[in-house]
């Protein structure tokens, strides 16, 4: 990985971070649960796909997300489930 690849998946991962609630809804934080927050959460996917982020790092910044939002367990269980066979299917 070039230094250029390593910036620029560093600013993805921020560009990330900073969109990723916006592919969960707002009263309920159900992931991708409502067409707008899929649509989001599509070009997420697509984002984290053209800068090699993985699977894991998509996780883990969801887990972020909904324990800053101070989320049940069984709820963040249930999310990550969604968010990993979502990712799943272009990441590794």
Excluded: W
């Amino acid at each position: 990985m070039t230094d250029k690849e390593k910036i620029n998946k560093i600013d993805a991962l921020e560009e990330i971070q900073t969109r990723i609630g916006g592919a969960f809804g707002t009263a309920d934080l159900i992931f991708a649960g409502h067409p707008l927050d899929e649509g989001r959460a599509k070009e997420l996917r697509t984002l984290a796909f053209a800068n090699n982020i993985t699977l894991n790092e998509i996780q883990n910044i969801s887990l972020g997300y909904l324990y800053r939002k101070n989320c049940s367990h069984v709820h963040t269980k249930e999310q990550l489930k969604k968010v990993t066979k979502f990712f799943g299917k272009k990441l590794k």
